[in-house]
């Protein structure tokens, strides 16, 4: 009897610790995913009073609207080519930075340096630098005769996804290099040494130990850095605006511009709602990967 | 399988002798024990045979060739590593293969040597396994067969045995020694364990501080250490020593027994003592006490086999001795080094 006291006692006290937690998830993720989720079944105009039911209408809309798709398309293209090339530079810099030279430190201070530097300042200088008349890097690319007259950067709607994707890979490689240092400073030297000993190459190093031990982290980054990508909006809304043209418009740009620029609640809710489906198959996968190495280590 | 010599090695890391002035010979065939302390330089002469460290003055010779300016792999030799170094992604097999397949040897010839090491060290069940899904002790047999299926001139073993628990360390040590026999390996072991050095070596090479103290066999370490340190180091307990003065008067532990015991014997060393506590081990007793008069009051521990029956209590004088040639000299000062019997040493 005491026993069972004792435990609804306990029961008590762990709810009475969750309990502000629950409030906060249910304030600030629970109730706005559920108004989003109501409006987008709805017709919401800003600063109009009704909010007839349409039923699937905004969904229907959505997928038969072609800057949808292109927004899709553009969303996928920042999103590999931003992670892909992330991933190639920040794997090459922490093996680089893995090893011993002097001044590793201060290497070390300067390739974090981007993910430190507050999105808004660092686009803001960037858009400074890549501007056409007055930039930094027309100037040098003039003065190495690499191009003959200035590049539209960010004005021009075949290179301004690329300049877009070239700030987001400055800004966000320092946090690959992070977790791949880290896995590359956990693997112990002996296996290393064994392999020397063994006869591997330094190549063969570096494909049977070094990759292995990587791929987990490897894999576990490039999805967690897909998923930030899709949903990455500053960085684009801020040198672009989503433009010219579209050109630079992904997904989480055309529900704000739907919003707040267009004032379609309800069909900007139906956009957020599929752009957060197509995020949720993502995390899906990696909370997958994730386990999967967990039973592994 | 060869012979190997060190040659005057010495290693500095900046300034500092991690070790100094090594000369080893270890015959073909041989099992060399290295012991000592941690920090002593075992794993650092270890790693200069092994190549992963460049002596900074000295050679190292295998089969009577010159390896020192060589690489790793160059020199032929396995290296077994305390932690093992298995390949964690790889299968048992796979790890044992490694040493093969980066060497580019055709599958059905590494195949059969993967198998016959394996087979030798009875792990054929297991080649399917990760090596997190075996034991400690399977782990350590794995890790023998990838050295062995590269039929290297030396095996070089760092701690091998410390990652397993008292029981199954025995086990394994029983188990090195025969396999060692078997494939007639020319064999360095680095163990800070003296058990397990007095088990397995044919000869010991006890260091510290990056010196060699001694080198000899078990019962050459055991019964004439070269100095205080191996008579301290090697024994547990340690061997009893009492200032005697000009020199320093040494005797294990095992030899001081009751002065009855010994009967009508002529040849002995009085020790009387007052004890200060007995300790039960079940096969033996330990009786740790306090010299008296003439010798100077020190610290001592006799032990005592449980088949002599003793009836002792703390705070009792007790009359011991110990034979005279078992008794041990050393000169007083620092080194402590082994000495003939002075003229001044005390009679019984």
């Given at each position: 009897m005491r026993n069972l006291t004792s435990e609804t006692e306990n029961r008590a006290i762990a709810a009475l610790a969750l309990l502000p937690s629950f409030v906060i998830l249910l304030v600030l993720v629970a109730l706005p995913t559920f108004s989003v989720a109501l409006y987008s079944l709805q017709d919401v105009q800003m600063g109009e009073a009704s909010h007839p039911f349409v039923g699937l209408e905004?969904?229907?809309?959505?997928?038969?609207?072609?800057?949808?798709?292109?927004?899709?398309?553009?969303?996928?293209?920042?999103?590999?080519?931003?992670?892909?090339?992330?991933?190639?530079?920040?794997?090459?810099?922490?093996?680089?930075?893995?090893?011993?030279?002097?001044?590793?430190?201060?290497?070390?201070?300067i390739v974090f340096a981007p993910y430190l530097i507050p999105t808004v300042v660092a686009v803001l200088v960037w858009r400074y630098m890549f501007h056409d008349v007055l930039g930094v890097v027309n100037y040098f690319l003039l003065k190495a005769g690499w191009i003959n007259e200035p590049v539209n950067w960010l004005s021009s709607p075949k290179i301004a996804m690329m300049t877009v994707i070239i700030v987001g890979v400055w800004k966000f490689f320092p946090f690959v290099v992070l977790a791949i240092l880290g896995?590359?400073?956990?693997?112990?030297?002996?296996?290393?040494?064994?392999?020397?000993?063994?006869?591997?190459?330094?190549?063969?190093?570096?494909?049977?130990?070094?990759?292995?031990?990587?791929?987990?982290?490897?894999?576990?980054?490039?999805?967690?850095?897909?998923?930030?990508?899709?949903?990455?909006?500053?960085?684009?809304?801020?040198?672009?605006?989503?433009?010219?043209?579209?050109?630079?418009?992904?997904?989480?740009?055309?529900?704000?511009?739907?919003?707040?620029?267009?004032?379609?609640?309800?069909?900007?809710?139906?956009?957020?709602?599929?752009t957060a489906f197509l995020l949720t198959i993502l995390l899906l996968i990696y909370f997958y990967l994730s386990k999967r190495v967990e039973a592994r280590q | 399988m060869a012979d190997l010599e060190l040659k005057e090695i010495s290693k500095q890391f900046d300034q500092q002798f991690a070790v100094r002035d090594i000369n080893l010979h270890v015959q073909n065939g041989e099992l060399v024990v290295l012991l000592g302390p941690s920090g002593c330089g075992k794993s650092t002469l270890m790693r200069l045979i092994a190549g992963l460290e460049t002596p900074t003055h000295g050679q190292v010779l295998i089969g009577g060739q010159d390896k020192t300016a060589l690489r790793p792999k160059d020199r032929n030799v396995a290296l077994v590593f305390q932690s093992y170094a298995l390949y964690p992604h790889l299968s048992i097999y796979e790890n044992i293969a490694f040493p093969l397949r980066v060497r580019g040897m055709p599958d059905k010839a590494l195949d059969e040597k993967v198998l016959w090491a394996a087979r030798l060290l009875d792990i054929e069940r297991l080649l399917q396994r990760k090596p997190r899904q075996t034991s400690g002790g399977e782990r350590q047999r794995t890790a023998l067969a990838r050295s062995l299926v590269r039929d290297p001139a030396v095996f070089l073993l760092d701690e091998p045995l410390s990652n397993l628990d008292a029981k199954m360390r025995h086990?394994?040590?029983?188990?090195?020694?025969?396999?060692?026999?078997q494939v007639k390996a020319t064999w360095i072991h680095v163990t800070h364990d003296q058990t397990e050095a007095m088990g397995l070596g044919d000869r010991i090479v006890v260091m510290d501080k990056g010196q060699v103290r001694q080198i000899g066999t078990p019962t050459e370490i055991y019964q004439h250490p070269a100095d205080t340190f191996v008579a301290t180091f090697v024994g547990s307990p340690p061997m009893n020593l009492i200032e005697m003065g000009d020199h320093i008067l040494g005797f294990r532990p095992e030899s001081c027994l009751p002065r009855a015991y010994f009967e009508n014997e002529s040849d002995l060393f009085k020790i009387c003592f007052q004890l200060q506590r007995a300790e039960y081990l079940g096969n033996e007793t330990l009786l740790y006490a306090l010299t008296q008069a003439p010798l100077n009051t020190?610290?001592?521990?006799?032990?005592?086999?449980?088949?002599?029956?003793?009836?002792?209590?703390?705070?009792?004088?007790?009359?011991?001795?110990?034979?005279?040639?078992?008794?041990r000299f050393f000169s007083a000062g620092e080194d402590g080094v082994k000495i003939d019997r002075p003229a001044s040493a005390l009679r019984g």
């Open positions: 905004n969904f229907q809309w959505a997928l038969s609207y072609a800057p949808f798709w292109n927004a899709l398309t553009n969303t996928l293209v920042w999103v590999f080519g931003s992670v892909g090339i992330e991933m190639v530079v920040g794997v090459f810099i922490a093996l680089l930075l893995n090893k011993n030279f002097v001044g590793r430190g201060i290497a070390r201070a896995v590359l400073q956990a693997i112990p030297q002996d296996q290393y040494e064994a392999a020397k000993i063994d006869g591997a190459s330094e190549w063969q190093q570096f494909w049977r130990i070094t990759l292995p031990h990587l791929m987990p982290i490897f894999l576990l980054t490039t999805l967690l850095r897909s998923i930030w990508t899709f949903h990455k909006f500053d960085i684009i809304y801020l040198l672009t605006g989503g433009g010219p043209v579209g050109s630079t418009t992904t997904l989480p740009v055309l529900v704000y511009q739907k919003a707040f620029a267009d004032f379609e609640i309800g069909r900007a809710s139906a956009l957020a709602f599929i | 086990a394994a040590r029983e188990e090195l020694r025969s396999f060692q026999h020190t610290k001592m521990i006799a032990r005592i086999p449980s088949t002599l029956r003793l009836d002792v209590h703390p705070g009792d004088l007790c009359e011991f001795a110990v034979r005279s040639s078992d008794l």
